[in-house]
């Protein structure tokens, strides 16, 4: 940071600024540079370095002063270098990439001006640009580690994780004491679900790095998503004392926390979280479930308002919930249907007070459930999430009626639907030509992975041998179903299994399958609801959930029955028993299923 140019009468102001500010005494820098410019206003290396000062305050100023600097020296590499790095600070990326070009036309050979150029092409989305130019900074330098692990991040963000990881590794080779492309490979195969490996990658950058925050709160992650529930907590708490303001460390523990039952302690995280972030509604939609899994519904439906995987621009969340006595007649409510089919079933039970209290309801959902919707009773007109809505009526999202409707603590049952006979007809006697009763249906596998979504999985063959020696007929309800899957399962049995699961894309045969079915052994999925509408709607079947840890909010964190499907028992995955978590709750299954025969 040493002055360009020379004027007599500023020098000395000049000098002692660069020392205040080469020394990190910002604020005596700054007056120093201020008076500087009142004596010489256009002096260039005062522009810029107050410019640097400002820089993290005010990244627009800082963006006036450097700009102002180049106007007496257009050429100089530096200015240009640091403009960028303001543009960009003040969210003017398109104009910082302007800024790194014409650094790279005046010095074709500059790697540092391609490594920041090729990350601003990948924040504005640009992934080709992005991945040419750092490519380009590392012919010219390949020993920087940064740029390899830029690319690699990169390349991971284009949906090439295995060229992500060629990346970081060449890289590796190259400058091997440089942890944070360790940190990266961790993080790409935990995005691969190669848990494993990310395991082992981010204990080698802890290992040489031993306060390297990031890898700690990321090993974390890791070892959660692996369930070793235990070593994940040991780690975000590490991280934490190196770190105690990072929201999203905090955000990371709640979920071990919660997953073994620590609920006050998950909640905590979960309050520190959005103490530090207020304004992520990831933390405030994570506390809305620690809330649920709690049975603290009324603070729970609140915070559920946050859940992001709604667009709330579209569909902002409502300002006030309906108060319990009020008289609604006159009043129009229009559900619009979201996530999944087992959403929209189980969210629409709370719309009955709205009907109740004399509105009329409109429902948008599913085409497949508009028939069944339509005999709910309390719903006066049902149609299809594709059709344009009513326009005259208050548009409500379905997954705000817990809170909108007034419920508070209150768990409304499932709502009855009955099957078309036509529909049963059809199924009693696909039933009989499957095999004599009783009937046991089975399902393994549901939903699907990613941040916002529910993935539940249970064993299959620990499953179906609970059921192996059971009389009657064994029936597979699994959606999509991996070639070969249920014929492996029969043969691993030595039974025939029936393959009844063409019935998930016809949801009034499914419905009036769980009519008839004797037994219903499953994770939560569409099917369930369905279950759910049958039994209270007087049907006998007996229904078995598999929860699989961590549980979903309806299921809640602990117990053998949910409010919420008070008829059916649950099973649950121990996350605290490491390589036996399912073998109680398939040996308990084994016993009620027999325990039912005998009565």
């Known amino acids: 940071m040493r002055p360009t140019t020379s004027n007599a009468n500023t020098d000395s102001l000049l000098a002692m600024a660069v020392s205040h500010h080469q020394a990190g005494r910002l604020g005596e820098a700054e007056a120093l540079y201020r008076q500087t410019l009142d004596l010489a206003p256009t002096n260039a290396d005062a522009l810029h370095l107050l410019g640097l000062v400002t820089l993290t305050r005010d990244p627009v100023e800082a963006t006036q002063l450097i700009a102002k600097a180049l106007k007496t020296a257009p050429k100089n590499i530096l200015f240009l270098s640091n403009l960028a790095k303001a543009q960009n600070a003040a969210g003017e990326n398109s104009k910082a990439v302007n800024t790194l070009k014409r650094v790279i036309k005046l010095d074709p050979k500059n790697d540092a001006a391609m490594n920041s150029l090729g990350v601003l092409y990948a924040g504005l989305r640009d992934q080709r640009k992005a991945e040419y130019t750092l490519r380009q900074a590392i012919k010219i330098r390949p020993d920087h580690g940064e740029y390899w692990n830029n690319l690699g991040l990169i390349l991971s963000a284009s949906d090439k994780k295995t060229e992500a990881i060629e990346a970081l590794e060449q890289g590796l080779k190259i400058a091997p004491d440089y942890p944070v492309l360790l940190n990266s490979i961790g993080a790409v195969h935990r995005d691969m679900e190669h848990l494993e490996e990310s395991i082992a990658s981010l204990e080698k950058a802890i290992a040489k790095a031993p306060t390297y925050f990031e890898a700690i709160s990321n090993l974390g992650v890791s070892l959660n998503d692996a369930g070793r529930y235990e070593a994940a907590i040991e780690k975000f708490e590490a991280a934490l004392e190196l770190n105690p303001e990072h929201g999203e460390t905090w955000r990371g523990l709640s979920k071990p926390l919660m997953t073994l039952g620590h609920k006050a302690r998950a909640l905590e995280a979960c309050e520190q979280a959005m103490k530090l972030a207020p304004g992520n509604i990831i933390a405030l939609w994570e506390r809305a479930l620690v809330n649920l899994l709690s049975g603290d519904f ?43 089919l087992g959403e929209e079933l189980f969210f629409l039970r709370f719309a009955a007070r709205l009907k109740e209290n004399g509105a009329r309801i409109t429902a948008c959902i599913d085409e497949r459930l508009v028939p069944m919707v339509q005999r709910m009773g309390f719903i006066d007109n049902a149609q299809s999430k594709t059709t344009p809505p009513p326009k005259d009526g208050e548009h409500i999202l379905i997954g705000d009626l817990g809170w909108f409707a007034g419920w508070g603590d ?59 020696d059971l009389p009657g007929t064994v029936i597979a309800l699994q959606r999509n179903p991996i070639e070969g899957e249920v014929e492996g399962l029969a043969e691993e049995l030595g039974r025939e299994i029936a393959d009844f699961t063409d019935l998930n894309d016809d949801l009034e045969s499914m419905l009036a399958l769980m009519e008839q079915i004797d037994r219903y052994a499953c994770v939560s999925n569409t099917n369930l609801h369905l279950a759910a509408a049958a039994i209270a709607s007087g049907a006998a079947l007996q229904c078995h959930v598999l929860v699989p840890a961590p549980a979903e909010f309806r299921w809640l964190a602990d117990g053998e029955f949910s409010p919420w499907f008070p008829n059916m028992a649950l099973y649950r995955e121990d996350p ?14 084994g016993h009620a299923l027999r325990d039912a025969l005998k009565q």
Request: aromatic share 6%; proline share 10%; hydrophobic share 40%.
């Open 410 to 468: 209150i768990t409304p049952p499932p709502v009855a639907i009955a099957a078309l006979e036509e529909n049963a007809a059809l199924i009693r006697q696909r039933l009989k030509n499957a095999g004599p009763g009783p009937y046991t249906a089975l399902t393994w596998r549901a939903g699907t992975k990613g941040p916002t979504t529910l993935y539940k999985v249970a064993p299959k063959t620990a499953l179906a041998l609970a059921v192996k």
């Open 298 to 340: 009324k603070a729970g439906w609140s915070d559920y308002r946050a859940r992001p995987m709604v667009n709330r621009k579209k569909w902002p969340p409502p300002d006030n919930p309906v108060d319990q006595a009020a008289d609604l007649s006159g009043r129009h409510f229009v559900l619009m249907g979201e996530q999944g």
């Open 576 to 589: 605290a028993m490491d390589g036996q978590k399912w073998d109680g709750a398939i040996t308990a299954l």
